[in-house]
């Protein structure tokens, strides 16, 4: 069972929508708190390919290693991240509805240690207050790009 889910509707194609997201570059621009995405691997953005990802929180900054584990072009992606015996899966599915693009997200915590075990509901909450709306600021992002695929600048 998900820990978290969010469902959104982006008026935009679902190979934009999926090439948004399964690029981890864009993470900086859709998580808040992650302000630093380094590929680990070689071959680019395949089943496997590893990256370390930062977050800013509160006063510190925590590194973790992201790993895509599913990419089905403009049907499923998945990454993994793993953090101090705190696993988290995001998986994404995607459908052309309406001449845009619905997604749909699950996120899976899982506990390693028994003190995340025991901790898991504030850490479930926790990666809600963090992740929870992000689809939402996917919409925003890609709904706001120009024509040419650049964004409006706000003044």
Known sequence: MADLKEKQWINKPVEDVFNFLANPDN???IFVNVVKIESLSPDGVE???RFKEVRQLSNRKVASELVLT???VNQTIGFMTESNGLKVNYIYQFKD???GTEVS???KVQTNSFRTKLMKPMLVKMV???DGDHLLVVKKLLEEEQGDGHREIQE
């Open 47 to 49: 089943i496997g390919a």
């Open 27 to 29: 993470r900086v621009e």
């Open 128 to 130: 809600k207050k963090e």
């Open 105 to 107: 997200f699950e996120g």
């Open 70 to 72: 599913d990419y089905d």
């Open 97 to 99: 509805v309406d001449g």
